[in-house]
């Protein structure tokens, strides 16, 4: 993962596509994986690219709010 940078991809597309932003927001997501079966090394996430924010969370991140009793 350390060759993906999410966040920066976002705000290419978020500065290349305010047109089609306008019309409705687009999104991507991705998958980390391992070759080898090592905790913390299977996960992956979502990006949603609006005209005005650009959201991202990380799988990980949203099973630990979940385990930890937030639902958000």
Known sequence: MDD???A???V???RCCPETLA???????WAMTCSKPRIGEFGGGWC?????????????EALSR??????N
Not at 48 to 60: L, Q
Not at 66 to 71: R, T, V, W
Request: overall charge negative; hydrophobic content about 55%; charged content about 25%.
């Open 66 to 71: 979940a385990l930890a009793g937030d639902g």
């Open 4 to 6: 993906f940078d999410a």
């Open 8 to 10: 920066a991809i976002a």
């Open 48 to 60: 949603a690219i609006f005209a005005d924010r650009i959201e991202i969370d990380a799988t990980n």
């Open 23 to 29: 019309k409705g927001p687009i999104g991507f997501e």
């Open 12 to 14: 290419v597309i978020q």
